[in-house]
């Protein structure tokens, strides 16, 4: 692959080139991985997009709210790009952004770009590919980036550490599903944003979102918010009531941040974590080889039985990782 | 050091020749570790104590407990050792076990052995040193040992790990203060204990026994469990009252996981466990030498300022360690 050909295309925003760059970032090949790592060397650093993470769980009515968010965007002449981190696709065969039909209008779109969950194997590799494609997308001229999750394990913290602003889609309910929101949840939101305030559900709507305010108001405060941040507020993704509110609200936060160097030191400590927990990952990814695998179970049948200890076992598997490391 | 005469002392059961065997396992130097290691391969496989782990805050009267329970133990004939699972000891210099007028009668009873908590540097290490620690009481022949730990993060769910049974020590409180206790840590008690059920507060123990008896009706069932268990007790330690129905409580227990396999098979996979995490531990730690942390803050900071990717910084981050590993 000529990487220098596909760089030019990436930076001169060519979908095909695009898609293909993400593609390559996706690989789990060696020659693929060196290959992306060369590409991602070869694009300017520039250019920098608003990266919004989007969680909520399935229900809340997420593409709907994405595809109305991202037509208004892109009617404001602004390029938009969705992309997703989906823990659960390696075991359901994909179940955001899978489904060809959602998001029919965003997608059609030429100033939109979105890109179904790559398969994959574990959330550390999901979170790579993501970020990658992240980089890839703001390398291409895009302003807005997308990255939508849905409420599973950490794929919250995943989408959280690699956006500048965290937005929880919540749909209305009754007082007591305000418990069912974790509080490690909330405390990433920057905004919380009740969906479907239409019909009948209107009241309820407000109900919801002024709970979630009183909410807020009880967390810490954190240094990156500016006065009345993190805040809740109500929409109608459907009706296209409060889309623009939300923009606006979310603009307000972002020149803050900006102005109060928040944007690039959470920019710089994000790299930063994402340094150290790919060196991690790749310390333990040696456990996963199959003569690794083989090992640990022979080693581990013996300290199961007690032949062994769990001392002398692990050293015992150190010293074969050692001797022949693949 | 002559590690034969030292297995030979630790097995023939002197308290000197444990006392210093513990302190070697607790060492963290490379000759000492290597010593230790011949050390437990030289002890027999064949004595099991009974491993009881014990968790409680402060105030609950935990040393008290352990002292008239201890006592009560070696007055039936039985050899008991006391030892500390103590996350917070390495910047508080010791909160458990450090005073040495805690739990004097015990520590004065022939038939009982009572180690002061060691001082560490993390969780991981005391993990490894008590319950290697633990191996050389069960080769002294002690009968029980008694794991001691306060409810602080990680620390419940590593004695527990190391335990054949669990047992959660608490004070007498109001109904509120049920939810004071995580989910995590009363799914992983075998028995809960309310103590000081004596005096004024007699009452007030009972009913938080009732609460908690109610709680622990609502867990999900565990495999390991015959019926009625878990379940939820008053004692008071002060007065000696309830201690031998405790023991009874927990006899019963244990004949029945011995009976239909449990104890074998909660013994096989903690070994595993603990053989796994070891491994874990110590790719982890190469990460912790002076070189690689050098190494690591001058590649995080070109990452951190945008010049270096995450994953190529990581790459190069590998390349350096692989090149020099110490």
Chains 1, 2 share one sequence.
Request: aromatic share 4%; net charge neutral; with cysteine.
């Amino acid at each position: 692959m000529d990487i220098e050909e596909l760089a030019t295309g990436v930076i001169a925003s060519e979908r095909r080139a695009l898609a293909r760059a993400i593609t390559l970032v996706e690989s789990g090949r060696a020659d693929h991985r060196a290959e992306a790592m060369r590409l991602l060397a070869a694009l300017p650093q520039d250019r920098q997009a608003l990266r919004i993470g989007l969680s909520g769980t399935p229900g809340v009515g997420k593409s709907t709210f994405i595809e109305s968010f991202g037509m208004m965007l892109t009617a404001m002449g602004k390029r938009v790009a969705v992309l997703a981190v989906d823990p659960s696709s390696s075991r359901s065969g994909g179940s955001i952004l899978g489904d060809k039909t959602r998001m029919d209008r965003l997608s059609r779109d030429p100033n939109a770009f979105v890109r179904p969950s790559p398969s994959q194997t574990h959330l550390g590799g999901v979170a790579r590919r993501t970020r990658e494609a992240v980089r890839l997308c703001e390398a291409a001229g895009y302003d807005v980036v997308l990255i939508e999750t849905v409420g599973v394990g950490q794929s919250e913290t995943v989408v959280a550490e690699m956006s500048d602003v965290f937005l929880l889609l919540l749909a209305p309910a009754g007082g007591d599903e305000l418990q069912g929101v974790k509080r490690g949840i909330m405390e990433m939101a920057d905004l919380i944003v009740v969906n479907k305030a239409d019909g009948d559900l209107a009241a309820t709507a407000m109900r919801t979102c002024a709970d979630y305010s009183g909410a807020l108001r009880l967390l810490r405060k954190r240094p990156q918010d500016p006065q009345g941040y993190p805040r809740a507020m109500t929409v109608s993704a459907l009706q296209d009531i409060g889309l623009p509110e939300t923009w606006e609200t979310l603009q307000t936060l972002v020149n803050w941040r900006r102005d109060n160097g928040y944007w690039d030191r959470t920019r710089a400590s994000q790299a930063r974590y994402w340094f150290e927990q790919d060196i991690r990952q790749t310390l333990l990814a040696q456990l996963e080889t199959p003569a690794a695998r083989a090992s640990m179970a022979e080693l581990g049948e013996q300290v199961a039985t007690g032949a062994l200890d769990p001392a002398d076992g692990a050293a015992r598997f150190m010293s074969a990782l050692r001797r022949d490391p693949d």
